[in-house]
């Protein structure tokens, strides 16, 4: 079964700095993709980047980046000079080739003053 | 200019109730999804239709039925509802394929008395 595992539930950091937040996935396909999406309080689901698999060169999206390595099946969000509006849920998913998102459990990111 | 809407933004009812969540979009897509997420904020694809047709229909009670008149409507209905159906409901969509971002609704928070 495919699977995309966040393993840190809950993360704090100070305004400006620096925070990644790890993600890993499990599947058998090659081709694939995977994206980091944010849940704000208002509760609305922003896509914040996107990779695809086929591609090396790691996505990136003005203080929004990703480490993506595709051996060991991680795809990391690296967060720069963090902001307060950056505090939300964020969310690793997958997507297969049937079409199917599948979620991981997610990080509930505090960025703080 | 709302791209995914969904009605009602909050629904309580009683237990045993039968109950629908509309959901259209106006952005063109040919794929509409519906997901759950629970009160610990685990996103879950419930079902997921690409041109009127369904073709992701997870383990989900067949209490739970989605029907879409069009390519840009799809509702969920929900009959004798139960307490653990209370959760947010997001509908979503997106062109089929890989790296088409999917657009959310704002979520329709459903409260089972």
């Known amino acids: 079964a495919q699977t995309v595992t966040q393993s840190q539930p809950e993360m704090s950091v100070q305004e400006a700095e620096t925070v990644t937040l790890s993600c890993t996935y499990d599947?058998?396909?090659?081709?694939?993709?995977l994206f980091w999406y944010k849940q704000p309080p208002s509760r609305q689901m922003i896509l914040v980047i996107r990779q695809e698999a086929y591609k090396q060169q790691n996505a990136t999206e003005n203080r929004f980046s990703v480490n993506f390595q595709k051996a060991a099946k991680s795809f990391s969000l690296k967060i720069s000079d963090s902001q307060l509006g950056d505090t939300a849920m964020y969310f690793c998913a997958f997507r297969n080739r049937d079409d199917k998102i599948i979620f991981g459990k997610g990080t509930r990111l505090h960025i703080l003053p | 200019d709302t791209a995914v809407s969904q009605t009602p933004k909050y629904l309580v009812t009683q237990m045993g109730n039968d109950k629908s969540i509309k959901c259209e979009q106006n952005l063109g897509h040919d794929t509409m999804y519906w997901y759950k997420q629970d009160s610990k904020k685990f996103l879950k694809i419930m079902f997921s239709y690409n041109n009127k047709e369904l073709i992701i229909n997870e383990t989900v009670p067949n209490r739970f039925s989605p029907k879409s008149p069009d390519k840009a409507h799809l509702n969920l209905h929900i009959n004798s509802l139960e307490l653990g159906d209370s959760a947010v409901y997001f509908c979503a969509s997106s062109q089929r394929g890989g790296r088409n971002e999917q657009f959310f609704g704002p979520g329709t928070r459903l409260t089972v008395l």
């Open positions: 599947t058998s396909e090659n081709n694939y993709y």
